[in-house]
T-cell receptor
Framework: DAMVIQNPRYQVTQFGKPVTLSCSQT?????MYWYQQKSSQAPKLLFH???????NEADTPDNFQSRRPNTSFCFLDIRSPGLGDTAMYLC?????????????FGQGTRLTVV | AQKITQTQPGMFVQEKEAVTLDCTYD???????LFWYKQPSSGEMIFLIY??????QNATEGRYSLNFQKARKSANLVISASQLGDSAMYFC????????????FGPGTSLSVIP
């Protein structure tokens, strides 16, 4: 039944060691999002895709990259994780455009950088 | 500038009582949608309810209702008959027509239901 699936659920990585988080969806939604959520804070949008069109938020560090090879999959690459990148990373999808389409979230990946 | 404000960092409510969680927003776009999400300690964001800027009536979904006051730019969530399982973080979110696909979140309110 899971519609947005994130792997892994928990990830521990070393300072500076590249890490990739994955997200897949069975909803066939055009839009996919990556959010970073630090402890006790709101989710912060890092970037999103409309199909293959990539939209980066102005304040997203260059250390964060993303790939969307097809409609179903999206990846978040952190090239050189720092301690401050420890957070929950949430993937979400929605139908295209418009104001009245909610975002569907995966269960998140809790990333710890040590 | 903060687009969504939730002024209650933490709230307590007695089981079976009703509770209102506040949300105010800022937009110049006449067309927008407002959403409420629940985030339990497990981390998953669960969609609760939606209100469109052109909707004439307040949205309701089971025990959840939205008190939408467009002129005041507020969209407060009302949870009736609180249950212990309602203890979680609650986020107000907005999607503006002119921002295409972006969904942005407020800072959240932590709700604790007391037996």
């Amino acid at each position: 039944d899971a519609m947005v699936i994130q792997n892994p659920r928990y990830q521990v990585t070393q300072f500076g060691k590249p890490v990739t988080l994955s997200c897949s969806q069975t909803l066939n939604h055009n839009v996919m999002y990556w959010y970073q959520q630090k402890s006790s804070q709101a989710p912060k949008l890092l970037f999103h895709y409309y199909d293959k069109d990539f939209n980066n938020e102005a304040d997203t560090p260059d250390n964060f990259q993303s790939r969307r090879p097809n409609t179903s999959f999206c990846f978040l690459d952190i090239r050189s994780p720092g301690l401050g990148d420890t957070a929950m990373y949430l993937c979400a999808t929605s139908r295209e455009g418009g104001r009245n389409t909610e975002a569907f979230f995966g269960q998140g990946t809790r990333l710890t950088v040590v | 500038a903060q687009k969504i404000t939730q002024t209650q960092p933490g709230m307590f409510v007695q089981e079976k009582e009703a509770v209102t969680l506040d949300c105010t927003y800022d937009t110049s776009d006449p067309s927008y949608g407002l959403f409420w999400y629940k985030q339990p300690s497990s981390g998953e964001m669960i969609f609760l309810i939606y209100q469109g800027s052109y909707d004439q009536q307040n949205a309701t979904e089971g025990r959840y209702s939205l008190n939408f006051q467009k002129a005041r730019k507020s969209a407060n969530l009302v949870i009736s008959a609180s249950q212990l399982g309602d203890s979680a973080m609650y986020f107000c979110a907005m999607r503006e027509e002119t921002s295409y696909d972006k969904v942005i979140f407020g800072p959240g309110t932590s709700l604790s239901v007391i037996p």
